[in-house]
């Protein structure tokens, strides 16, 4: 990457940049007249049971973000938007080397013993289970997620998977139909585009300034040069992430094929974990992380009751 590129991504050439909050760097979606008729936009938004305060920030949160700020209006149809609460997945894991139970809800999109078959060993076996029951968990809720935005008819053009943490400015979502302009010019095949992570950036994954990245997977590193959160983890977290049904279905069974781990790590590639099967050969993921004030993790929902 020349200096000039590297510039406009507020990266250094030498190490990643860290420890810098979202709402620092430069929007990377401008107002603009998108190039498509009024985005049919599904939110489906992950809550666990029984967390009803979550649940209401997460609710007013996209009431707020899908409102016109004045400035943009009508770029999202009004009438085949869907918003719709997706239930955390919370599997009860209870011995190592044997399938953890699931909950009514998630027996209907998931079968365990087939989840079983997509733990990596390690995590069977040696990982406890509290952990284990939360990998699981996050990986199956987010892929429920990517089931029902296939399943949605008549079929939206994006689905925004977020977690009931999530922030979004107010009319954020007015400004999706030129986010996706913009990732069908950068990458016509791309699978997944998370918004608002934290952790480490790294120039040389920066493929469009200002402050997009691809998401390609780093060495954990806790070097003096990586002080971002998470100790080195380039790209982390997963809170919003805009799908496409054109691509999801092969996103899907790749994730699948790589096997249970966190989310956010599933989303790199080559996906780098210390649970991860050895030995993989399964297709790339086209994934990628854009940095922008209008998205974020709303850090006081980390408080809310049942957290």
Not at 168 to 197: I, S
Request: hydrophobic share 40%; glycine share 6%; net charge positive.
């Amino acid at each position: 990457m020349d200096s000039s590129r590297a510039a406009a991504c507020d990266l250094s050439l030498r190490s990643p940049l860290s420890g810098v909050h979202p709402t620092d760097r430069a929007p990377f979606v401008p107002l603009c007249i998108p190039k498509r008729p009024p985005l049919r936009l599904a939110v489906l938004w992950i809550n666990m049971h029984g967390h009803e305060q979550r649940a209401r920030h997460a609710i007013q949160t996209i009431a707020r973000a899908i409102q016109s700020d004045g400035r943009v209006s009508n770029l999202i149809s009004q009438h085949s938007g869907r918003t719709e609460r997706i239930e955390a997945v919370a599997p009860t894991c209870l011995h190592p080397g044997q399938p953890c139970m699931l909950s009514a809800a998630a027996s209907s999109s998931w079968n365990a013993t087939d989840v079983f078959g997509m733990e990596p060993p390690k995590l069977r076996q040696h990982v406890p289970q509290s952990k284990r029951r939360h990998a699981i968990g996050n990986f199956l809720s987010h892929l429920t997620c990517y089931r029902r935005c296939l399943e949605m008819r008549p079929p939206p053009d994006a689905c925004l998977v977020m977690e009931d943490d999530a922030g979004l400015a107010r009319g954020f979502l007015q400004t999706a139909p030129c986010l996706l302009d913009k990732m069908e010019a950068v990458d016509p095949n791309w699978h997944a585009l998370r918004l608002g992570c934290w952790g480490a950036r790294f120039a040389g994954d920066c493929v469009r300034p200002p402050a997009l990245f691809r998401a390609q997977s780093h060495p954990f590193n806790k070097s003096a040069e990586a002080l971002a959160p998470g100790n080195g983890m380039a790209y982390g977290g997963a809170h919003l992430t805009l799908v496409r049904p054109a691509t999801l279905s092969s996103l899907i069974s790749t994730l699948v094929a790589q096997g249970v781990m966190p989310i956010d790590v599933a989303l790199t590639n080559p996906p780098r974990h210390q649970w991860a099967r050895k030995q993989q050969s399964v297709a790339e993921v086209h994934s990628y992380v854009s940095d922008t004030p209008g998205a974020f993790i709303a850090h006081g929902a980390a408080s809310f009751p049942g957290s």
